[in-house]
């Protein structure tokens, strides 16, 4: 179970080509713009601008994705949060929405309409719930 990280983006929302040089940098582990630039322009179908990665790369950084160093005369770009990570955040902050709902019949109703796999994975869930919070209440 991976842990929500200390380090959240300021801004959850990513763009499709955002979303790409995420997961390149994720990848890479870090990345310069000719990398990404590299990486994207070896399908010979896509076409894209060197331009168009930085601004991107920059948007990631000002969204508290990524962060950039200078090292010598090149900038080299590092995530902040790894790929878990940000399917722990988003799956965290998509659980908060749907709890935000706050109606318990609406959940109920939606709940009621899940195939058996799901209602397996919720009662999963929950079992596991329970275990955490007896093992906190224990200490």
């Known amino acids: 179970m991976v842990p929500l990280p200390s380090h959240r983006p ?10 790409e040089i ?9 990345a310069t713009v000719k990398d990404i630039h590299d990486r994207i322009l070896s399908d010979p179908d896509r076409e894209l601008a060197y331009t168009s990665v930085t601004t991107v790369l920059n948007r990631l950084t000002q969204k508290g994705w990524l962060r950039c160093d200078k090292q010598e005369r090149s900038f080299i770009w590092y995530p902040l949060v790894s790929a878990p990570e940000a399917q722990a955040i988003q799956a965290y902050e998509q659980l908060q929405q749907f709890l935000a709902v706050g109606n318990p019949d609406i ?24 275990a955490i919070r ?3 209440e224990g200490k």
């Open 107 to 130: 959940v109920a109703a939606f709940a009621d309409s899940l195939d058996r796999s799901s209602i397996e994975q919720i009662e999963s869930i929950a079992q596991r719930l329970k």
């Open 22 to 30: 995420l997961k390149i940098v994720w990848e890479l582990e870090s």
């Open 10 to 19: 300021k801004n959850l929302s990513l763009g499709p080509l955002e979303t």
């Open 134 to 136: 007896t093992a906190k």
